[in-house]
């Protein structure tokens, strides 16, 4: 007996044993799923995350008059998650931190303990959704760090990150306005009459502690602090036109006066540097030259009157500027397919021909570089637009993708530095490109108020910097009505009339120029 | 006389051998298969290297700018092997199905070549270029998303220009100029607006 039951208790421990080295250690896993990537909608508001890991926008959306976010688009960037849904519940696991979640309820269980969010979780085509306003109190629950969430701007901050900005402004003549931030940073700067402007798209730059900062100097008067949608905004206002240049580190930028620009303003007593107000509501469809300028001229009513220049004050009393309009491509260069048969080089021309007139009766001279479908080189729409000293250059081109328009400056190459009076080629317009931005933002603000989705931005795009006059190019993409706008006459005819009423409202800084 | 306990014992293990040996065959036809399915993926980034977070910036077509994505990925040593990673890791994004900013299968980085201290110039196959959609947007995109991508991962890139099959070419696809060198921090600043 003794005998026997050693090989017994021998047998099934061998059985055993091989059972379990041979049982897989775990059902052959699935390949993990690449998250269903989110195709980006052309919804406008977005949340900005700021984190010592990633910096990151993502869309908001609107469900029953509330503000979501996608739970799995917010953690993915932060750490390791996967999530598995079947249509009415969702799990969810960020690094060891398990989740449930149901939708329509407001209830969800986070790591074992009960979370209540203030709308009901969503689940759209196995997206998890969270409202806005439960972020505060919801990733704590993951990420185990404080979380700094400002609602109304859509700016979320994890953990220490944040920079905070500081001014130092030095009084002399010129007056020079130092202002220094705790980190580097990269904002898109733009400047429009009696105001620069910071925007931080990416540096979790907060508030200087004050949204507005009086500086006791009559040239840069004030400075002020905003946040919305996602973006920090840092607009410094002057009674001169004001420009920027970065320390090497990028944590201190100069704003300075623009050498050798006049000021009216300058010879005003401080009661006539008008209030910062006053430029914002000149800009969109006024002589947004600045709150020492006149305040707006109506363009004339007539073709060819002059009575806008006439009424102006003296530094606009030029002759009929040159407009030079170009249709961009032409000829065997037809541009982008924006159908089958449509090629941007028709729909450009018709375009240009519409801003021609809207141009020519508000007192414009206007040059077209083709009115017909021909072969022009980059560099012979430039000479043509150079050596016609034109006061404003504005290509014209179209897209199918994308709603509204956009405006381009010119994005200069590393070359190109001028010697004496000549400029280098591919950087002619570099003198020239502060004006040209100006133009941009205005003729964005003029698109903005006449209900055309309209943007801003800079591209690399001939001959833009080889014209050495204010130069920008617009982009046409279609309206609510599709592709098929590109070619209705009543689009475009909206378009060229805003640009028309833009190039007016800064025609005094093209009077500078020329 | 065999005791019969051991009879038992060697009769159940004969059966386990069996059944595992059923199972075991069972098994590696599923891997064979999952060895097939894992082929028709992605080129995977090379083993090699240890892996790190890098930053890519990443074109998003609708909201008309660039989105920084963190990404763990293992990255050569070499600067040159270090950049032509990163570009394929960030092509790779683009030619997912429904890509924010797609660009065309084909597409592909022939090279990157550091020819002096602060410039790189990445070299694009015709496909890249051929089969880009035609628009200023679209097209300063993609460079914006290169360019800022390398300098901000590989340290010490200042200036970049970019060729189509080694040669240089006017427009990426009719617009983005790529007759100049592209300064990474003008093209920072922008903002890839």
């Given at each position: 007996?003794?005998w026997?039951?050693?090989p ?6 061998l ?11 775990g059902a052959?896993?699935?390949l ?6 989110a ?7 977005h949340?900005?995350v700021y984190?010592?890991v990633a910096?990151y926008?993502l869309?908001?959306?609107?469900r ?8 799995l688009?917010l953690?993915?960037p932060l ?8 249509g009415?519940?969702l799990?969810?696991?960020y690094n060891?931190i398990d989740a449930e ?5 407001t209830r969800a269980k986070?790591?074992g ?8 979780f969503l ?10 306003a439960?972020?505060s109190a ?9 979380v ?7 700016r ?8 905070q900005?500081s001014?130092r ?8 306005l130092d202002l220094s931030f705790t ?6 700067i733009?400047?429009e009459?009696?105001k620069?402007?910071?925007?931080f ?8 502690g004050?949204?507005s ?7 840069i008067?004030?400075?002020t ?5 996602g ?12 420009m ?9 930028i100069?704003?300075?006066i623009v050498p ?10 401080s009661?006539?540097?008008?209030s910062p107000?006053?430029s914002?509501?000149?800009t969109?469809?006024g002589?947004a030259?600045?709150?020492?300028n006149?305040p707006?001229?109506?363009?004339p ?16 009393n ?6 030079v309009?170009?249709?961009a ?5 037809r ?9 941007e080089?028709?729909?450009t021309?018709?375009?240009a021909?519409?801003l021609?007139?809207?141009?020519e009766?508000?007192g414009?001279?206007v040059a ?5 479908d021909i072969?022009?080189t980059?560099?012979?729409?430039a000479a043509?637009a150079?050596?016609?000293r034109?006061?404003i250059?504005i290509?014209?081109?179209a897209v199918?993708?994308?709603t509204?328009a956009r ?12 010697k004496?009076?000549?400029?280098a080629w591919n950087?002619?317009q570099a003198?020239?490109l502060q004006?040209?931005?100006?133009v941009?933002a205005a ?7 006449k209900?055309f ?6 591209a690399s795009?001939r ?7 204010p130069?920008?190019a617009?982009?046409l993409?279609p309206?609510?009505?599709g592709?098929a706008?590109?070619?209705s006459?009543?689009y475009q005819q ?6 028309a009423?833009a190039?007016?409202?800064v025609?005094?800084?093209?009077g500078?120029q020329? | 006389?065999i ?9 159940v293990l004969?059966v386990?051998v069996?059944?595992?040996g059923?199972?075991?065959r069972h098994?590696?036809?599923q891997a064979s298969?999952?060895d097939?399915s894992?082929d028709t993926l992605?080129?995977a980034?090379?083993a ?6 890098v930053?890519?910036y990443v074109?998003?077509?609708a909201?008309?700018m660039l989105r920084?994505r963190a990404?763990q ?5 070499g600067?040159q092997q270090r950049?032509e990673?990163?570009l ?6 683009y030619?997912q199905p429904?890509a924010?900013?797609p660009?065309?299968p084909?597409?592909?980085?022939r090279?990157i070549?550091m020819?002096?201290p ?8 015709a ?5 880009h ?10 460079v914006?998303?290169l360019?800022e ?5 590989v ?7 970019i060729l189509?099959?080694g040669?240089?070419r006017?427009t990426?696809?009719g ?7 592209f300064d990474a921090l003008?093209?920072m600043?922008?903002g890839?607006?």
């Open positions: 007996m003794r026997s039951s050693k017994r208790a021998l047998a099934i421990l059985a055993s044993a091989t059972l379990l080295s041979a049982a897989p250690s052959p896993s699935a993990p799923a690449a998250p269903p990537s195709l980006p909608s052309a919804e406008d508001k949340i900005a984190s010592p910096i926008n869309p908001v959306l609107e029953s008059g509330r503000e979501y976010v996608g739970l688009e953690l993915e750490g390791r998650v996967s999530t598995e849904t079947n009415h519940s799990k969810l696991r060891a979640f149901s939708a329509g309820k986070i790591h303990r009960d979370f209540d969010f203030t709308a009901p689940i759209e085509n196995s997206r998890g959704l969270v409202p806005l439960s972020l919801l990733l704590p629950r993951f990420l185990g760090a404080a700094n969430f400002r609602e109304s701007a859509r979320l901050f994890i953990g220490g990150v944040g920079i900005p001014f402004l030095d009084a002399g003549n010129p007056p020079r980190a580097p940073v990269n904002p898109t733009s400047t009459p009696g620069l402007r910071m925007v798209k990416r540096d979790p730059v907060m508030s200087p004050s949204q900062i009086t500086f006791d100097n009559k040239v008067t004030h400075a602090f905003s946040e919305n949608n973006d920090a905004e840092l607009d410094v206002s002057a009674n001169e036109p004001l920027a240049s970065f320390s090497g580190d990028r944590r201190t100069v704003i300075s050798g620009s006049t000021s009216i303003g300058s010879s005003t007593n009661t006539n540097a008008a107000s006053q914002e509501s000149a969109p469809g002589a030259a600045g709150p020492q006149p707006p001229t109506s363009p009513a007539n073709p060819g009157s002059d009575n806008a220049s006439a009424n102006a004050s003296p530094a606009s030029f002759h009929r500027p040159l407009a309009v170009d249709p491509h032409g000829g065997d260069e541009g982008a397919a924006l159908t089958d048969k449509l090629a080089k028709e729909v021309l018709g375009f021909r519409l021609r007139h809207e141009l009766i508000r414009f001279a077209l570089l083709r009115d017909s072969n022009l980059l560099d012979q729409r043509a150079n050596v016609g034109a006061g250059y290509s014209l081109h199918s993708q994308g509204g405006v381009y400056t010119a994005l200069l190459p590393v070359e190109g530095e001028s004496g009076v000549f400029h950087a002619a003198p020239a004006i040209s931005r100006i941009s003729i964005v603000a003029e698109l903005q108020t209900d989705p309209a943007q801003k931005s800079s795009l001959p833009l910097n080889n014209v050495f006059m130069a920008v617009v982009e993409a309206g609510p009505d592709i706008d590109l070619t006459a009543n909206r378009a060229a009339a805003a640009i009423d190039v007016v409202s025609r005094d800084r093209l500078v020329q | 006389m005791p019969r306990a051991l009879l038992i014992g060697v009769a004969l386990v069996i059944a595992m059923i199972y075991l098994m590696r036809h298969e999952l097939y894992s992605p080129v980034p090379p090699s290297g240890p892996t790190e977070t930053t890519l074109a998003d077509d909201a008309g920084a990404a990925i293992p990255l050569p040593g600067r950049a990673e990163l394929r890791t960030l092509l790779r994004i030619q429904g924010a900013h660009l065309a084909a597409a592909d980085i090279g070549y020819v002096d602060g410039a790189a110039v990445i070299d694009l196959n496909a890249f270029a051929d089969q959609r035609s628009g200023i947007l679209s097209e300063q995109l993609t914006n998303s360019v991508t390398l300098a901000v991962n340290p010490g890139i200042q200036r970049v220009n189509v099959e040669k240089p006017d990426l696809a617009h983005a100029d790529l007759t100049q060198w003008t093209i600043q922008a890839g607006q």
